[in-house]
């Protein structure tokens, strides 16, 4: 069975950082783009950042552009997010995701995403 781990989420003051880490299990998501999205409280899950299965296509939502860092390492299939800079309005579950689709397409729709994680909180205060 394919699942998606998340972990790293937690409190976090504003201006402060966090990692979020995604392991796959099951199966390498070999050619699969990975992802973040997240979603806030009260609010529709948003996407967050993309990265393709060659590292070479990376898309990020514009509010996190120059803070949130998305990595890769296919050979130990995790798919990391690098959070600086943390604002009170990051606060929410974020969740990995994988699709056989491109990084960009992930960035644009997410009603195909293939696999979806469970999610880990993330609560920045201020």
């Known amino acids: 069975q394919v699942q998606l781990v998340e972990s790293g989420g937690g409190l976090v003051q504003a201006g402060g950082s966090l990692r979020l880490s995604c392991a796959s299990s099951?199966?390498?998501?070999?050619?699969?783009?990975m992802g973040w999205f997240r979603q806030a409280p009260g609010k529709e899950r948003e996407f967050v950042a993309a990265?393709?299965?060659?590292?070479?296509?990376?898309y990020y939502t514009d509010s996190v552009k120059g803070r949130f860092t998305i990595s890769r390492d296919n050979a130990k299939n995790t798919v990391l997010l690098q959070m600086n800079s943390l604002k009170p309005e990051d606060t929410a579950v974020y969740y990995c995701?994988?699709?056989?689709?491109?990084?960009?397409?992930?960035?644009?729709?997410?009603?195909?995403?293939?696999?979806w994680g469970k999610g880990t909180l993330v609560t920045v205060s201020s």
């Open positions: 990265i393709s299965w060659t590292n070479t296509s990376i």
């Open positions: 995701a994988a699709s056989r689709n491109t990084a960009q397409t992930m960035s644009k729709r997410s009603d195909d995403i293939d696999y």
């Open positions: 099951g199966r390498p998501f070999t050619y699969y783009a």
